[in-house]
């Protein structure tokens, strides 16, 4: 079973700084994607960034990038220089290769609260 | 182009009453999923359709709940009789479906309905 931990319930940041949300996971797929949400306070669902097992870079979309170490099992999202937007609930997902008889279903994390201080 | 719609937006209803959520997907995409997130089990996939047939509803919490996709754009869940347990944000999503074997496919969220059974 595909297992998403993020350790960190809370965050805090000072505004233009850099901070880090850990994600770390459990699987047996060799090929598999991990996905990064962000829920702010209104509630939506917004993608960010994703990483593939295979992928030989780590993904970066504008100021968010992902520290992935395979052999550590962790996909960290990096947000540099933060805003005061980006105050809000950050969720690492994983889905696995489907196999026959598999699910396309993402597995989240409980997800961290991140705040940024002006 | 337009993203995941749902409605309503925020349902308040009585116990015991009957509850329909709706959702359109985005057009063109094969797969539509329905979450729910609540506090204490974060987010939870309930039910998942691929050309507009059931794949896996093994998230379905009881036969209270069931959940429909007459057409490539409209889905329901509808929950009778609804119980205060039911409480919670319940998300659609959709995505276009693998590509070329890559698991890279991103699941686009809607808003969200937030349900309240008193």
């Known amino acids: 079973a595909q297992k998403i931990t993020q350790t960190q319930p809370g965050m805090f940041v000072q505004e233009k700084e850099a901070v880090t949300l850990d994600c770390t996971y459990d699987?047996?797929?060799?090929?598999?994607?991990l996905f990064w949400y962000k829920q702010p306070s209104s509630g939506e669902m917004i993608f960010l960034i994703y990483?593939?097992?295979?992928?030989?870079q780590n993904a970066t979309e504008g100021r968010y990038s992902l520290n992935f170490q395979k052999a550590r099992k962790s996909a960290n999202l990096v947000i540099s220089a933060s805003q005061l937007g980006d105050s809000a609930m950050y969720f690492c997902?994983?889905?696995?290769?489907?196999?026959?008889?598999?699910?396309?279903?993402?597995?989240f994390g409980k997800g961290t609260k991140l705040t940024v201080n002006p | 182009d337009a993203g995941v719609i749902q409605s309503p937006r925020h349902e308040v209803t009585e116990m015991g009453q009957e509850v329909t959520l709706r959702c359109k997907p985005i057009?063109?995409?094969?797969?539509l999923f329905w979450y729910r997130q609540t506090m204490m089990r974060g987010l939870e996939l309930l039910i998942y359709?691929?050309?507009?047939?059931?794949?896996?509803d093994s998230g379905m919490p009881e036969d209270r709940f069931s959940a429909k996709m007459p057409n490539a754009s409209f889905s329901t869940l509808k929950i009778q009789p609804s119980e205060p347990r039911d409480s919670a944000v319940y998300f659609c999503?959709?995505?276009?479906?693998?590509?070329?074997?890559?698991?890279?496919?991103?699941?686009?969220f809607g808003p969200g309905t937030r349900l309240t059974v008193l």
């Open positions: 999503a959709s995505s276009t479906g693998r590509v070329g074997g890559s698991i890279r496919d991103t699941q686009y």
């Open positions: 990483q593939g097992s295979y992928d030989e």
């Open positions: 699987t047996s797929d060799q090929s598999y994607g």
């Open positions: 057009s063109g995409h094969d797969y």
């Open positions: 997902a994983m889905r696995g290769v489907l196999l026959q008889g598999g699910s396309e279903k993402l597995v």
């Open positions: 359709f691929n050309n507009n047939v059931p794949i896996d």
